[in-house]
């Protein structure tokens, strides 16, 4: 296990005033509530937006003449309440209270359903009612006292009544400073196990918990885990323009693109999940802004396909992370021992992917074999990337072999070239090697890694070390087999380039046929070899850097390559 814990609060003099509903987080979860609240992370999910509709008429503020001295006759209505207390560093919105004939009733709306109690009683959800008695102790530090309390349960239709006396003042006291300390202490907790709670929460995608598990001391034999880390806006679109003095807009909460005044693209902006942009293509501010408030990235190229950089917002989460990357992968022999597994897997994909694709010859893929297994006995890094280095060369070496006839293609290999590649096979490979280390860079930064130190590529100014390091063990198993794909199924052809003494590139043609071979392999789905599952070649990009991730912040004892059989 390394020793790189969070350290996120441990430095602040003071900590800022809790949103009540984290307080609630807490109560559901504490890992969702370290997330949430310490590392400012949130994942939307289907019930997080029913809740968000829920909620959409008392979230229209009610209009206060001077909002320095509540008044709450009987029959009038407060919506929307925000309130702080310094006293008990807490901060919170009430959804409604009313002014009743023997005091103040304050309501909160959810949007699901009672618990049943032992009688067949509706009763609140603990978390659901600790977070009104919050709500009241800052309504009492406002001088308002609360006679009734109630939770309105969308689905119920019914309020259901929670009790505020001082025995449960007392005990939301207690849990707040449980959550307080819980922050100070600056390490995630661990995460929940076979809890049904984990079904519902937003935040299973980024918490793992069977995965995590597994992670925090593999031993290597499989797991079966039911639910695969999915999130529930994994549907979007991609959307490429590559047509010169082509412009992207934002019309009507439509993403637009238009050509000399005619549209010849729209859609819906929550359906984009990334935009590809190719030389002379411009971006309107309102489209920026809308690809930054929903994290929409926008990767830049050149007319030639050379990747140049991108467009993010903010990372949600990185300081701790970061501090935890930047100690670890500055250590030699835990650099080794991550890089050791990444070209373990990767020498292993390679090795698949020739006798999936091709008949090569025994001998070779005997000796990839041992070169695989004699990974783990490296002693350096030099002798790391000799072992790569033998198992690349035997691999490029019979890669002709799962290419068909060119028949009349005019598409041949011979060796690996690049800068500048030599032929339209090493053109297509390089191409496919820039999108996916791009793809890598951006599931870092969006993590909250440092996509430029890694643990086996040398950190140089604009080089993604870490993604290039993650990349290793799916380059034969998306790029490649991209580039095998095209040309077997005659999908391109050596008319989709360009020679010249800058070297080989594709053209238009060739590049939309890429970028449709290449989406179809991302969405792809493989099954993971340690969990079961299976999810497009996307997602488990994600969840490898997920990994890493847990790794650095020493929830990890080390990194499992992705292999495949």
């Known amino acids: 296990m390394s020793d790189a814990p969070v350290q996120t609060q441990a430095g602040l003099e003071a900590q800022p005033p809790m949103p009540v509903r984290r307080l609630h ?8 509530f370290y997330y949430q609240w310490v590392e400012n992370i949130f994942q939307e999910n289907a019930d997080t937006v029913e809740g968000s509709h829920a909620h959409r008429n008392v979230d229209r503020p009610s209009r206060i003449e001077d909002p320095t001295k509540l008044d709450l006759p009987e029959g009038t209505q407060i919506r929307s309440l925000r309130l702080a207390s310094e006293k008990l560093g807490l901060v919170g919105v009430v959804d409604l209270i009313e002014g009743g004939p023997e005091g103040a009733v304050l309501i909160d709306y959810k949007k699901g359903s009672a618990r049943r109690d032992e009688a067949g009683e509706r009763v609140a959800k603990e978390p659901d009612a ?9 309504l009492r530090e ?44 600056g390490r995630c907790p661990p995460p929940l196990q076979d809890d049904p709670r984990c079904l519902y929460c937003s935040a299973y995608p980024i918490c793992l918990p069977n995965e995590s598990e597994f992670w925090r001391e593999p031993k290597g034999e499989p797991i079966t885990v039911k639910r695969p880390p999915r999130p529930e806006d994994d549907d979007g679109e991609i959307l490429i323009v590559q047509r010169p003095g082509a412009q992207i807009g934002f019309r009507g909460g439509q993403i637009v693109v238009v050509l000399k005044g005619d549209t010849i693209r729209a859609l819906p902006s929550m359906q984009v999940r990334a935009v590809y942009v190719y030389g002379a293509v411009q971006i309107t501010t309102q489209a920026t802004h809308a690809f930054l408030e929903q994290g929409v990235s926008v990767s830049y190229f050149s007319p030639s396909g050379r990747f140049l950089g991108m467009l993010n917002g903010l990372p949600a989460s990185g300081v701790d992370t970061r501090r935890g990357q930047y100690r670890l992968f500055d250590q030699p022999t835990t650099c080794l021992a991550v890089a050791k597994e990444m070209i373990r897997a990767k020498i292993h994909n390679q090795r698949v992917m020739l006798m999936r694709n091709g008949e090569p010859p025994e001998k070779a893929v005997s000796e990839m074999m041992q070169l695989r297994d004699q990974t783990s006995e490296a002693h350096t890094m030099t002798e790391l990337l000799g072992l790569e280095g033998m198992a690349a060369a035997l691999y490029f070496g019979n890669f002709a072999g799962m290419l068909k006839s060119s028949d009349g293609a005019g598409v041949d290999f011979s060796s690996r070239n690049r800068r500048p590649p030599r032929d339209p096979v090493n053109a297509l490979l390089s191409m496919g090697y820039s999108v996916l280390c791009k793809e890598l860079a951006g599931i870092c930064h969006s993590v909250g890694l440092d996509p430029f130190l890694g643990v086996m590529h040398q950190p140089r100014y604009g080089r993604p070390a870490l993604a290039l390091d993650l990349m290793e063990e799916f380059r034969p198993l998306i790029v490649d087999s991209v580039a095998v794909s095209l040309i077997n199924r005659g999908e ?17 043609d060739g590049r939309k046929a890429f970028w449709e071979a290449y989406g179809r392999r991302m969405d792809t789905e493989v099954s993971h070899p340690q969990f079961g599952y299976s999810m497009p070649y996307r997602r488990m990009l994600e969840v490898q850097a997920r990994q890493v991730w847990r790794f650095v912040r020493g929830e990890a004892s080390g990194y499992v390559g992705f292999t495949t059989r």
Request: proline letters at 3%; glycine letters at 2%.
């Open 25 to 32: 987080n807490f109560l559901y979860c504490p890992r969702l």
């Open 130 to 138: 600790m977070q009104l008695v919050a709500q009241s102790m800052l």
């Open 492 to 508: 391109i052809a050596k008319d989709d380039f360009i020679s010249g003494s800058s070297g080989v590139f594709m053209n238009e």
């Open 142 to 185: 406002h001088a308002i006292s609360v006679k009734e309390a109630f939770v309105y349960y969308a689905a119920d239709k019914r309020r259901v009544p929670v009790d505020v006396s001082e025995e449960r003042t007392r005990e939301c006291l207690e849990k707040l400073d449980q959550a307080k300390a819980l922050a100070a202490e």
